[in-house]
């Protein structure tokens, strides 16, 4: 008698991580995703509502403060951060006993000169997955009825402050000013902190708001803290952190996030179906539960409190500060209504070339690519697309967007034009960026770009086959993508670089150098852990049958493909007459730390 195909939803079920069930059962995942795409679709859906909603979060260390402290407000152990925000800790009595009581729990504290922060606390179970250091640790597990305390306060962090100060690109005024803002009651006062007059401090405030993409001060608290945080500005769970963990109502709550977001009460009121007169009322209850003074202050409080809620509620948190050198820029986009995100590795006077990302990994470059392409004299400049890492995600189209980003980072970087190297599924955004501003393209290279689905595709890998079945069926790639984006864990991606990449020799042999691992991994985790939206954005693109543009410039265009590819597909389907086909023998999915040379060749031959 023959066996009843098993269930997708019971083999998603059988493993702990339910992606470990892509790696060890994929023939019978592939067999019940070609019978039945709808019911794939509320199993994947399904599996993914269990989990965490953030798997791997990484925090910069100096964001947060922390100490063990005994349900008395003893002080066993603290780090310099969190004595600077508390002289004392017995006012936190009656919260280290609720949490004691309870459990973990997040809620506001009051820290030095009465600022309200956020706080997490939690006894040594559950304080287990925090990378608390050393002796944190010991002192949590040294006495009975010890408290582990996270606050999250990268406002507080002037070398945070600098770095935001950096990646908008501020003049040193410009910089101690919008620092003096995170915490002055009002631009007088934050002149006065900055060393510069009331006019001079409105001039520069201006720019700054330019230079932001912002209109209104609570708007630019909003975005300094994120780019503190290295968070995006689009998570979406702002409402039910400000009931939570500021005891608001749910009605409090949604006009504390508007106008946290820089909304007037009038017009915060006509988003929320309310009067002007009401949502007023509600800010004074906002501010009377909070105790900050102003909706500047509520833009602080409620970014700090959401990357906390964060970090917090993650499956794997992690404590890292940003390395692999270059500057991370944020920009406007054309109209100013998104944030664009992107780390520039100079100098100033190389020839810029942007340098795609892949699927969800290459946001930033590895030494030996950096290092090429800088001696070649190039500037590489990778962008992060649309939803993906730090960028906003599209609004509408998804290949406008992204083209128009580009040409966004040209303007405000005043640059003339741009070399582009794209990779892999990257390639429909170039080409859209080709045809819509053919004046700002130079030299344009396509490596181991991923073909319209109108091509026959005879690849075999596992990496091929998921894309195939699961990444552009239409029905099923949003679906899919959460469900990946809420495993991202670690411990999960090691195991799907070594069966995705695995296959092809020198991959295999690259993913050998723990360097390389922990690059990629990280590099995911940046890109796609806290949002999915720009990777499932980019691969439903294909799902929807994208087609080269037909009216490409006719100038000389690069396609690349690596030899060690299974059976990619390298027929022509670029639609443009000059086109000059290069072979990197020996090379696979990652030829940029693998063959570095051969891709600036690329670019300079």
Same mark, same amino acid.
């Given at each position: ?157 002037? =070398?945070? &402050? !600098?770095? $935001?100060?950096? /990646?908008?690109? *501020?003049?040193?005024? #410009? +910089? @101690?000013? %919008? ?57 979406? =769970?702002? &409402? !039910?952190? $400000?009931?939570? /963990?500021?005891? *608001?109502?749910?009605? #409090? +709550? @949604?006009? %504390? ?62 404590? $890292? ?285």
């Amino acid at each position: 008698m023959k066996a009843k195909p098993a269930r997708l939803t019971d083999l998603l079920r059988a493993q702990a991580a339910p992606a470990q069930a892509l790696l060890d059962s994929w023939s019978e995942i592939e067999t019940a995703v070609l019978a039945d795409s709808g019911k794939a679709r509320e199993a994947f859906s399904a599996a993914a509502f269990e989990l965490p909603p953030i798997a791997g979060a990484i925090a910069d260390r100096r964001a947060l403060a922390a100490a063990v402290l005994t349900a008395r407000g003893d002080v066993c152990h603290a780090d310099p951060a969190y004595l600077d925000l508390f002289r004392d800790s017995a006012d936190l009595r009656p919260l280290l006993k609720r949490a004691l009581r309870e459990g973990p729990v997040v809620s506001l504290v009051e820290g030095t000169a009465g600022a309200a922060f956020a706080a997490w606390v939690g006894d040594a179970s559950a304080a287990a997955r925090w990378p608390l250091g050393p002796d944190a640790a010991a002192a949590l597990r040294a006495g009975p009825e010890r408290l582990a305390v996270v606050v999250s306060a990268p406002s507080r962090s002037s =070398e945070l &402050a !600098r770095h $935001a100060a950096r /990646a908008l690109d *501020l003049t040193a005024l #410009e +910089a @101690r000013l %919008a620092e003096a803002l995170l915490f002055a009651p009002n631009l007088e006062v934050a002149a006065a902190d900055a060393g510069v007059g009331r006019e001079t401090a409105r001039d520069a405030l201006r720019r700054i708001n330019a230079k932001a993409g912002v209109r209104r001060t609570p708007e630019l608290v909003a975005r300094l803290v994120g780019i503190m945080c290295a968070s995006s500005d689009t998570v979406g =769970e702002e &409402a !039910r952190i $400000a009931e939570d /963990a500021f005891g *608001l109502t749910p009605a #409090e +709550a @949604r006009a %504390a996030v508007l106008v946290a977001k820089g909304a007037t009460a009038p017009e915060a009121a006509k988003v929320l179906g309310l009067s002007p007169e009401t949502v007023k009322t509600h800010m004074k209850a906002i501010l009377a539960k909070t105790g900050v003074k102003g909706a500047k202050d509520l833009a602080r409080l409620l970014m700090e409190a959401r990357e906390l809620v964060a970090v917090a509620s993650a499956s794997e948190p992690m404590f $890292a500060e940003e390395g692999g050198g270059g500057r991370l820029r944020i920009l406007p986009s054309l109209d100013g209504a998104r944030r664009i995100a992107l780390i520039d590795y100079g100098p100033y006077d190389g020839e810029p070339v942007f340098v795609f990302h892949g699927t969800a990994a290459g946001r930033r470059l590895p030494e030996g690519l950096r290092a090429g392409l800088v001696a070649a004299g190039l500037r590489p400049l990778v962008l992060q697309r649309p939803g993906f890492g730090l960028t906003d995600p599209a609004g509408y189209d998804y290949l406008q967007t992204g083209a128009a980003d580009m040409a966004a980072v040209i303007e405000r970087l005043r640059l003339k034009s741009a070399h582009i190297l794209a990779r892999d599924t990257g390639a429909p955004v170039a080409l859209s960026f080709a045809r819509d501003w053919p004046h700002l393209l130079g030299r344009a290279v396509l490596l181991n770009p991923h073909p319209p689905m109108s091509r026959v595709d005879h690849r075999v890998s596992f990496l091929a086959s998921v894309q195939r079945h699961l990444l552009r069926n239409p029905e099923l790639v949003a679906t899919f993508a959460e469900f990946l984006r809420r495993q991202t864990t670690t411990q999960t991606l090691e195991r799907v670089l070594d069966r995705s990449l695995g296959e092809v020799e020198p991959d295999r042999h690259a993913l050998q150098d723990p360097a390389v691992r922990d690059f990629l991994i990280r590099d995911i985790q940046a890109l796609c852990a806290r949002s999915v939206r720009g990777f499932a954005a980019e691969n439903a693109v294909y799902a929807a049958g994208w087609e080269p543009p037909g009216d490409l410039p006719q100038r000389l265009w690069t396609v690349a493909a690596c030899s060690e590819l299974p059976r990619h597909v390298h027929e022509p389907w670029l639609p443009v007459a000059d086109v000059r086909r290069v072979r990197i023998e020996g090379a696979g999915i990652l030829p940029q730390f693998t063959h570095p040379d051969a891709l600036v060749a690329l670019l300079t031959d």
